[in-house]
Nanobody, 119 residues
Framework: QVQLVESGGGLVQAGGSLRLSCAAS????????MGWYRQAPGKQRESVAI???????NYADSVKGRFIISRDGAKNRLYLQMNSLKPEDAAVYYC?????????????WGQGSQVTVSS
């Protein structure tokens, strides 16, 4: 069983910064990808930043140059540094992972972390 637990959300003024963390636990053989999604009220969940095993991270156009995704493989942790936050960045942010557990491949989601940006 794999669990993803996010932390680091909260309230910040526009222009400020927050750092989200995601801790993955369980018997993880290897990872294929990890990333962050977000969902604002009344909107669909969207990809924010994805870190794949091969290649460079992918960012949504709306966060390029402001957000940085990083991963600590030894600790199975994923981070999202969010800078120059805007009111439109406010959403529930979800950690997502595509892991290999033995011979099985599966996708996993965290419970979500609220980010509120005041103008």
């Amino acid at each position: 069983q794999v669990q993803l637990v996010e932390s680091g959300g909260g309230l910040v003024q526009a222009g400020g910064s927050l750092r989200l963390s995601c801790a993955a636990s369980g018997t993880i053989f290897s990872f294929n990808a990890m990333g962050w999604y977000r969902q604002a009220p009344g909107k669909q969940r969207e990809s924010v930043a994805i870190f794949r095993r091969a290649g460079s991270p992918n960012y949504a156009d709306s966060v390029k140059g402001r957000f940085i995704i990083s991963r600590d493989g030894a600790k199975n942790r994923l981070y999202l540094q969010m800078n120059s936050l805007k009111p439109e960045d406010a959403a529930v942010y979800y950690c997502w992972a595509d892991f290999n557990i033995g011979s099985q491949r599966g996708e996993y989601w965290g419970q979500g972390s609220q980010v509120t940006v005041s103008s």
